[in-house]
């Protein structure tokens, strides 16, 4: 029995500290998702603010970049006949799981040309080039990349693994990035469709995706113009 008990109060402790490690991760799940709403409502009110505005090249910007093309072509057949007074965001919602099933993921490389005068480019993740026309890199040293392979914290370039004399492990790839959904209700008020004379305050559910740190709302003309 005297041999039991310290058995016992092993598979206590290591019960314990499971719960407490669960909890913990947990909270900081919580926090991430907190910080990441806050994020979406920031977004999703400088989008819709230029929607309201009527500046739908800035506003592609923020658009799902499979998508842009198509938002830019139909958004122009709207001008001078879509016309919104105001809008306010209702819920913003972020998540891990995608709120509708076809979601597209954007690819977060954006050429280089669509960031010029983008008034939104502090939210994009696109490199400028410098005046000698070579695109930065960052160089690193051997101590540097093996240290940095250790924790798992490979540099995504080959190039500059290369050029610290360090071959990239195999099978080890690069960590892939965190992948939030969100969504928003927009109410946008005093909305008017020419040529009707009906004004009315519209509620339209928007979806959005978060990756590499920048949010892409998937826009669905239809519903903001819909009558």
């Not at 909270?27 to 989008?47: G, M």
């Not at 007074?85 to 977060?108: G, H, M, W, Y």
């Not at 990239?168 to 892939?176: E, I, M, Q, S």
């Not at 305050?201 to 990756?211: C, F, G, M, S």
Request: hydrophobic share 35%.
């Amino acid at each position: 029995m005297a041999l039991r008990r310290p058995a016992l109060l092993a598979l206590v402790l290591v019960a314990a500290l499971s719960l407490m490690g669960s909890s913990c991760k947990d909270k900081r799940e919580t926090r991430k998702v907190q910080e990441i709403s806050s994020s979406l409502c920031e977004a999703a009110n400088d989008f819709n603010r230029l929607i309201v505005w009527q500046n739908y090249r800035a506003a592609s910007l923020m658009v799902v970049p499979s998508k842009r093309i198509d938002f830019l072509v139909e958004g122009e057949s709207h001008v001078g006949n879509l016309s919104i007074e105001n809008f306010s965001i209702v819920i913003c919602q972020a998540q891990k799981t995608p709120p509708v099933r076809d979601l597209e993921l954007p690819d977060t490389e954006l050429p280089e040309e669509e960031a010029e005068d983008d008034p939104m480019q502090m939210r994009l993740p696109v490199e400028t080039n410098p005046p000698g026309g070579e695109t930065p890199r960052e160089v690193i040293g051997k101590e540097e990349a093996v240290d940095a392979i250790e924790k798992d914290q490979t540099p995504q370039s080959d190039e500059s693994l290369k050029e610290a004399g360090v071959d990239r492990p195999k099978g080890r790839k690069p960590k892939a990035e965190e992948v939030y959904y969100g969504t928003v209700l927009v109410r946008y008020i005093n909305r008017t469709i020419l040529p009707s004379a009906r004004v009315d305050t519209k509620l339209v559910k928007q979806y959005w995706v978060h990756v590499g740190e920048v949010w892409y709302i998937d826009f669905d003309w239809s519903e903001l113009v819909k009558r």
